[in-house]
């Protein structure tokens, strides 16, 4: 009797530790909680998709690489978009406000990236960034000076504020002043006549470049013609270019409708460069194909390298191919390269501060210092404000490029261009 | 010179967009708040035509037309008839079929600056030495011969006829055998083929996008109330106005004030003279 209870005692505790081995050899591994990432984004328009597809595609690539290490544990980064509408005419910035909000209370986003892409509202949500301490990284968009010169009066309140992308000022006295020097240098001309859009970053550019190019002994064709948005007629304008003989078409605009004003200007075959300072439907890949051509000449600049095919650094064309690859189509414009970067800046920091608490992330931010698709990406540790620079070994590169045979050949700055700028035949003397 | 070639250019374009509303609410007195939406996809269905199916230009012109005819009778037959006659709620209905389609076709994927038509004729000439382009010709010569097929057809045809009499008296029309209902949706087919041929002839110049439903929608509106809502040549005329207007505003103002033209020319209208120009709403009422 006793040798039976015996083998009905070890029977029992055979099963038991079996059942025990059995359990923790086939139990499903611990999922670690992802991260949120929040992105308030204008979705039907091109800064607002191609920021979407690239934060989507720097996303899946640093998950399927294992994630993000946060003090030893792997977790992944999770990405909630809400479109903000705040790029559509009429849309208030209350809405875009909304958004954010939502992105943090709904969604339980840890950090926000991307937009508010339209300035009056990235400004307006500041005070919301500092109300509830999130990071976050402009990407796309916001060209206003005044959203790193916040930062940097108030650090205290708007530290939370990071911009990796550029800003009008660099963008207009580092970037589109000298391009525009060397062209009057290279091919004689002098005589600029200004168009822009009816919305605050346009007029404040286009007076800033016909305040400069008059310093610079430019001769200024009267005042900027400013069209409100939606114009679809710009021939009034274009006559009077031809009638002053203008030379170079300087356009800051980010509407769809620049594409009439560039088959206009091909139709009537003016004498004269179109610049697109801001020129949306330009830095399309697709527009060639869309104007048939007629866009050909036309200068872009998309802000940051990596949104036109360059060898800025060894990164910016694997990121290209891989942006191909995923989406069918090359980056499309500005905010392309700068929202793939944010994501790996973003893991990089989190790494480093080894927690996803605020004010370690900020410091973090702030001591970055990594190449990336469009240079040497550091941030102005009081402003921060990504730091410029012409030479991608020194910090982050624009890019202006030109349409030339059916492709975005990029001509500025000197250290990436893959091209020389050229004349359209009709101005050739 | 400048003013009087664009200024006839902008006009004709004006009147293109406007004469389809116009003829609308002149027979069925049902303002088409969908207009701006016909014209749109109008020019997504000719682009599906053209660039992704690959059908010969003149056929998806012709194609497009056809379907845009009948989704306007479709409308009508299906969600305007039950609101016939309570003002606000054909107001309601038609922006509401409006948003839904343009809003559908953003949620659908239309957005972007890439979807163009092709022009009808490349190239360029100077009169009297200022550029203008073929297509816009083309757009001024095909904007004529509407506005005589559209008199012809309503002075010379039986269709056109019963359309005038509903027009001028519905009951009369009615008491003579014209059946209000079907005529309505002729003007409505009628109307949506105007949107889409505007559509057809404008948008090559630039591009397919969504908001060009809304900016239409204003402009149509806006020759409607200055010519006289319900009067078809009034709107003629009126977008002659407004046309010349907004090109000498350009010239003498600046280009900023171009869209101001058309809203202040709705404001004056409504202030001086609310019937519009050949409007006959006023008289109606003084007549009561």
């Keep these: ?259 009439i004003l560039l088959k206009q200007w091909y139709d009537m075959k003016i004498p004269a460069l179109p610049f697109g300072s801001i020129i949306a439907a330009a830095e399309q890949p697709g527009f060639w194909k869309a104007t048939e051509g007629k866009g050909e000449y036309c200068l872009a600049n998309v802000v940051n390298a990596g949104n036109a095919p360059s060898e800025a650094t060894p990164w910016t064309m694997k990121f290209v191919k891989a942006y191909k690859k995923r989406w069918n189509i090359e980056p499309e414009g500005y905010g392309t390269s700068t929202s793939y970067m944010a994501p790996y800046v973003l893991k990089d920091a989190i790494e480093r501060a080894g927690s996803l608490k605020p004010d370690a992330v900020i410091e973090a931010l702030e001591k970055t210092d990594m190449v990336g698709v469009y240079g040497r990406i550091r941030f102005d540790p009081k402003s921060h404000q990504v730091v410029p620079s012409v030479d991608p070994e020194e910090g982050a590169v624009g890019t202006i490029f030109q349409w030339q045979a059916g492709k975005r050949v990029v001509v500025f700055p000197k250290k990436i261009a893959m091209g020389e700028i050229q004349l359209p035949p009709w101005m050739k003397k | 010179m400048d003013i009087l070639i664009y200024g006839t250019i902008n006009s004709m374009a004006l ?58 009778a479709l409308i009508y037959r299906f969600i305007l008839i039950r609101v016939r006659g309570m003002a606000i709620s054909e107001i309601i209905a038609s922006y509401a079929i409006g948003l839904a389609i343009l809003e559908g076709l953003r949620w659908g994927g239309f957005k972007g600056m890439t979807y163009t038509l092709p022009v009808f004729v490349e190239g360029s000439v100077d009169i009297a030495e200022i550029p203008v382009d073929f297509h816009r010709l083309v757009v001024v010569g095909i904007g004529v011969a509407v506005v005589a097929f559209l008199w012809l057809f309503t002075h010379h045809t039986r269709i056109g006829l019963a359309l005038r009499g509903m027009a001028q008296d519905e009951r009369a029309a009615l008491m003579l055998g014209i059946d209000s209902d079907l005529m309505a949706v002729v003007a409505m087919a009628l109307g949506s083929m ?66 101001v033209v058309a809203l202040l020319a709705i404001i004056f209208t409504l202030i001086l003279r609310p019937s519009g120009l050949f409007g006959q709403q006023k008289e109606l009422e003084e007549r009561v």
């Design chain 1, 1 to 259: 009797m006793k040798k039976k209870s015996m083998w009905g005692i070890i029977i029992v505790v055979i099963v038991v530790i079996a059942a025990v081995v059995i359990y923790y050899a086939t139990r499903p591994p611990k999922i670690e909680p992802g991260i949120v990432i929040g992105c308030p984004l204008s979705t039907a328009f091109l800064y607002g998709w191609d920021a979407e597809r690239a934060i989507t595609l720097a996303v899946e690539e640093i998950n399927a690489a294992g994630g993000v290490n946060v003090a030893g544990k792997k977790r992944p980064f999770k990405v909630e978009v809400i479109d903000t509408r705040d790029l559509e005419p009429g849309v208030p910035v209350s809405e875009a406000l909304l958004v954010v909000e939502k992105l943090i209370l709904e969604k339980k986003a840890d950090f926000i990236m991307g937009g508010p892409v339209r300035s009056e509202a990235a400004l307006a949500a500041m005070d919301l960034l500092s109300k509830y301490k999130k990071v976050s990284i402009l990407t796309t968009g916001v060209l206003t000076p005044k959203y790193h010169a916040r930062v940097a009066k108030e650090y205290d309140k708007f530290k939370y504020c990071f911009r990796i992308t550029g800003e009008a000022k660099w963008m207009v006295g580092g970037e589109i002043i000298p391009c525009l020097v060397d062209i009057g240098e290279r091919f004689g001309v002098d005589r600029i006549f200004i168009m822009i859009q009816d919305v605050a970053h346009a007029r404040g550019g286009g007076g800033l470049i016909a305040k400069i190019m008059a310093k610079k002994g430019w001769h200024v064709i009267g005042k900027p013609e400013i069209y409100p948005t939606g114009t679809t007629d710009f021939s009034m304008g274009l006559i009077k270019a031809k009638k002053e003989k203008a030379q170079v078409i300087l356009i800051w605009m980010d509407m769809p409708e620049t594409s």
């Design chain 2, 15 to 72: 009147a293109l967009m406007a004469l389809g509303f116009a003829l609308v609410y002149g027979i069925s007195r049902i303002p088409n708040f969908a207009h701006g939406a016909l014209y749109v996809i109008s020019g997504f269905v000719t682009w599906g035509f053209v660039r992704a199916l690959g059908v010969n230009y003149l056929l998806s012109v012709f194609l497009t037309m056809i379907i845009i005819g009948v989704v306007g």
């Design chain 2, 194 to 259: 105007l949107a889409g041929l505007a559509a057809i002839l404008l948008l090559p110049l630039g591009n397919i996008v969504v908001e060009a439903g809304y900016n239409v929608l204003i402009l149509a509106i806006a020759v409607c109330i200055v010519g006289g809502l319900g009067s078809w040549m009034g709107a003629v005329l009126a977008a002659f106005l407004i046309g010349f207007a907004q090109i000498l505003t350009v010239t003498y103002l600046g280009s900023h004030y171009q869209m």
